[in-house]
């Protein structure tokens, strides 16, 4: 398999910004398969078979003595050590990375010796993962998307900005806790820009907000298309699905379909809607199935209102 | 009180906007609970820290987050901080004991 070699013609700046970046501990595997010193190659080798992999670390009380390769195996399967426990057989000249190191230390690593694979150590020598070129693969291309993702949400379609009049739409992915608030934070600096009262402010800020992370949240990505007049500020977040099954219940404050990981970070808490519904003037929802979700806010510029 | 006034009570983590004001606080875990109840220059006494809670902190206008029980903070976190001008303290108390520190600094 072939990896991105740093220095051999000129890899894209926005990979070699990745790979200095990342960490090693972002990309290796951490759910480790390992052996014992005391297993015998022929164990090991059924693990090998099982588990699709071709390199087993022999690991004690987190604490890595040695790794046993499909070369070792072949060697046993000749020697006739087969056997044999693996602490007579396995290589212990190994080269191990630092969890903290940055990626493309690593992929030199990988380059500099020939092992399909490399254990990770803590700082305080504890095995936490393993690296495979593999794991660079799969990282690099996850980290590349989300990039795309990003890049799309910053093309912002911009057809009108003066005084104040705006026309944007902005694209909220799903699960992009990454640019989450980036569409409020910009609507809330050109009022801000424009001398707009803080109050009014902070109820346009609220509802755009509310409705960008229930679209980072629950959907499965939208646009939010924000048009600011002298008189009002309107906020559409216009989502591609799945649908809300019970409006009237998603309304209601407390009530959430969120999960628990969404829940751990402070979102989810059933007040998305609501809070969106108290800050507006004008305030409508629609929803199905198969058109996804609809939500039109309208907030006056000169009118003030209670929970602002 | 100005952000400054925090600095011996809490662990400095950023201080981008020193002279800003605290003038409340607002302790919850929620965004949503702070997105609709905190109010300007009151500081966030939370556990969440990830980057999200800056954005939910400068969009009401909040002039500082304190990160209780000594939570580890992502680097992408302090970032935002930086830019959005929210002063960053941490310590290694509860959101109780936070709370109740604040207080005593505000009536000092």
Not at chain 1, 17 to 40: C, F, G, N, P, Q
Not at chain 1, 220 to 228: A, L, M, V, Y
Request: glycine share 6%.
């Amino acid at each position: 398999m072939d990896i991105v070699a740093l220095g051999s013609g000129n890899p894209p700046l926005l990979i070699l910004e990745l790979l200095i970046r990342l960490k090693v501990r972002e990309v290796m595997s951490t759910h480790l398969i390992t052996a014992t010193r005391r297993d015998t190659l022929r164990r090991i080798q059924n693990i090998m078979k099982e588990m699709r992999i071709t390199g087993v670390p022999i690991v004690e009380h987190r604490r890595l003595f040695g790794l046993v390769s499909i070369d070792d195996i072949i060697n046993a399967l000749e020697n006739g050590t087969i056997e044999e426990p693996a602490e007579k057989h396995m290589s212990t000249h190994m080269v191990v990375l630092d969890e903290n190191m940055p990626l493309s230390l690593a992929i030199s690593y990988f380059r500099k010796f020939s092992f399909g694979r490399f254990p990770v150590l803590n700082k305080d020598n504890e095995i936490t993962g393993i690296l495979t070129s593999r794991d660079i693969n799969v990282a690099l291309l996850h980290e590349l998307t989300l990039e795309l993702d990003r890049m799309e949400t910053r093309t912002v379609t911009d057809l009108k900005t003066d005084d104040l009049h705006m026309f944007k739409v902005y694209h909220v992915g799903k699960y992009d806790f990454e640019n989450a608030g980036k569409a409020s934070t910009d609507i809330k600096r050109f009022l801000k820009n424009r001398g707009v009262a803080a109050s009014i402010i902070r109820r346009v800020a609220v509802a755009a907000y509310e409705l960008e992370m229930n679209q980072v949240v629950h959907s499965d990505g939208g646009t939010i298309t924000c048009r600011i007049e002298p008189a009002y500020t309107e906020i559409i977040a216009q989502d591609t699905g799945p649908g809300i099954d019970n409006v009237d219940e998603a309304m209601k404050e407390g009530i959430t379909t969120a999960n628990e990981w969404i829940q751990s970070m402070g979102f989810g808490a059933g007040m998305g809607l609501p809070n969106a519904k108290r800050v507006a003037n004008e305030f409508h929802i629609e929803s199905s199935r198969e058109e996804g979700t609809k939500v039109r806010v309208l907030i006056r510029l000169n009118e003030q209102k209670e929970g602002g | 009180m100005k952000c400054t006034d925090l600095t011996g009570e809490f662990e400095v983590l950023i201080l981008p906007a020193p002279e800003s004001e605290v003038s409340g606080g607002y302790t919850s875990d929620l965004l949503s609970d702070v997105m609709a109840h905190a109010r300007q220059n009151d500081a966030l006494i939370t556990i969440q820290s990830h980057k999200n809670t800056v954005a939910v902190a400068a969009l009401v206008g909040m002039s500082a987050i304190i990160l209780c029980n000594s939570r580890p903070v992502p680097d992408d976190m302090a970032e935002a901080a930086a830019q959005e001008d929210i002063n960053l303290f941490r310590t290694p108390d509860n959101q109780f004991e936070t709370s109740c520190r604040l207080r005593r600094l505000l009536d000092a």
